[in-house]
């Protein structure tokens, strides 16, 4: 087995590792990285040397060790890692830009401007029923005192009041009955009539 330093200077100097030493380097029998190389076949780049061998470089390592990792971490299969290999790569988030950023900015300080607005409106809604209750209570309090007033009146003209109101209202409604019929007749008319 190699070990960690002369692995490390391998790589560095892109030094390429044959399938033994590859498989030494990931940790894996020389056995199952030919299987992978049979299984995912263009997946795993390779470097075909003068004697037909196959030799990896760092890509090509990188590769393996995320084989490895599938395989034995995820429980994945060769067909799974084969799929997982050859979907497209999501697209990176969009790293944050000045523009973005003030973005933000515009709508966190637009959030709060809202947050402000909705308590100033619940404060204003509250504020409105105070005086719709006021309001109310005031009205009551001048019916009170009419009746009052009108009380300590000559009862006989109160009845009179009373009976006038009556009268104008029968008058009001009978005017009402009168245009709804007509509308009605003119209505029926109409429907017979040529022109």
């Known amino acids: 087995m190699l070990s960690v330093q002369t692995k490390e200077l391998s790589i560095k100097e892109e030094k390429l590792l044959s ?12 056995g199952v990285v030919r299987n992978w190389l049979r299984e995912l076949k263009t997946l795993i780049p390779v470097v075909i040397g003068e004697n037909g061998y196959r030799y990896f470089d760092q890509k090509s390592l990188d590769i393996l060790v995320k084989v490895k990792q599938m395989r034995n971490e995820k429980q994945m299969s060769l067909r799974q890692i084969e799929d997982e290999l050859t979907s497209p790569v999501p697209a990176s988030i ?3 830009t000045d523009a973005t950023e003030k973005i933000l900015q515009d709508l966190q300080t637009i ?8 308590n100033f409106n619940q404060v204003l809604v509250q504020q409105l029923k105070k005086q719709q209750e006021h309001i109310e209570r005031q009205q ?7 009746n009052q007033i ?3 009146e000559n ?3 109160l009845e009179g009041k009373e009976e006038n109101l009556a009268k104008s209202r029968k008058a009001k409604q009978a005017i009402v009955n009168e245009k709804e019929t007509k509308q009605k007749k003119s209505g029926f008319i109409s429907l017979f009539s040529y022109r």
Do not use: R
Request: hydrophobic fraction near 40%.
């Open 19 to 30: 399938v033994k030493e590859a498989a030494e380097y990931i940790e894996e029998g020389p």
């Open 150 to 152: 009108a009380s300590l």
């Open 111 to 118: 959030k709060e401007e809202l947050e402000l607005q909705k």
């Open 155 to 157: 009862p006989v003209v």
């Open 140 to 146: 009551e309090h001048i019916v009170s005192q009419e």
């Open 94 to 96: 969009p790293i944050a």
